[in-house]
Structures are given as structure tokens and as C-alpha cells.
């Protein structure tokens, strides 16, 4: 299963933006899908999660700020974020977990990851 991100870019201190992530293979399923993130000089966090069926947890450092939702239909998950600010900038990871059924039509599970995208927010 891989996953594709898009929609960072350069955004001002207040602004928003909307980040997606498609995940694409074979005979896969996808359950609990997140967004992770890594600023300059630090480990990756956690920034939301979403389960298959929509339970959402977030780190608190977007909580009121971030939103994050998912279609199933097309397996994307995605990362509003409203309210930046200069120490949201980071690159941003897409995480999904999946079972996708071999060639002898045995369950596989796994983790994939996004190739993250840029975000960066100006003061």
C-alpha cells in the first residue's frame, strides 16, 4: 500500500491549510489512518489520528486548531489546519495502517507511510 500527501506550502501565521494523503495497491483495506510530524532538529510526533470508524485523538498541541477526517470510499485521509503558527512548521507524514490479502489470499497487515510534505508557517 503507498501513500501520497499533497497540500503544504507556505502559509502566514493565522492562515490554514488543508493537507490530503491517498493510499493506493492491490486488494487492501485500510483501518486506522494519522498524521505525524517532524520540525527541524526534533522527533516525529503525533499530530491526529482516525480510526475506520471515525474516532479522532489529537496531540494537544492542534487541538481547536486541526481537524482531521477521512473518505473511506476513497481512502484518503485528511488534515485541516486552521490557526497556524511559526511552530507548526514541519514536515508532515501520513500513516496509514492496512490488510491487504496476498496472492494465496492470506492477510497481511502492515504500515505505510507518506513522503511527507512541507509546511511552513511565517510570523
Known amino acids: 500500500v503507498q501513500l501520497q500527501a499533497s497540500g503544504g506550502g507556505l502559509v502566514q501565521a493565522g492562515g490554514s491549510l488543508r493537507l490530503s494523503c491517498a493510499a493506493s495497491?492491490?486488494?487492501?483495506?485500510?483501518?486506522?489512518m494519522g498524521w505525524h510530524r517532524q520540525a527541524p532538529g526534533k522527533q516525529r510526533e503525533l499530530v491526529a489520528t482516525?480510526?475506520?470508524?471515525?474516532?479522532?485523538n489529537y496531540a494537544d498541541s492542534g487541538k481547536g486548531r486541526f481537524t482531521i477526517s477521512r473518505d473511506n470510499a476513497k481512502n484518503t485521509v485528511y488534515l485541516q489546519m486552521n490557526s497556524l503558527k511559526p511552530e507548526d512548521t514541519a514536515v508532515y507524514y501520513c500513516?496509514?495502517?492496512?490488510?491487504?490479502?496476498?496472492?494465496?489470499?492470506?492477510?497481511?497487515?502492515?504500515?505505510?507511510w507518506g513522503q511527507g510534505t512541507l509546511v511552513t508557517v511565517s510570523s
Open positions: 495497491g492491490r486488494r487492501f483495506s485500510i483501518n486506522g
Open positions: 482516525i480510526s475506520s470508524a471515525g474516532i479522532t
Open positions: 500513516e496509514a495502517d492496512y490488510i491487504y490479502y496476498n496472492d494465496y489470499d492470506e492477510p497481511v497487515v502492515g504500515r505505510s
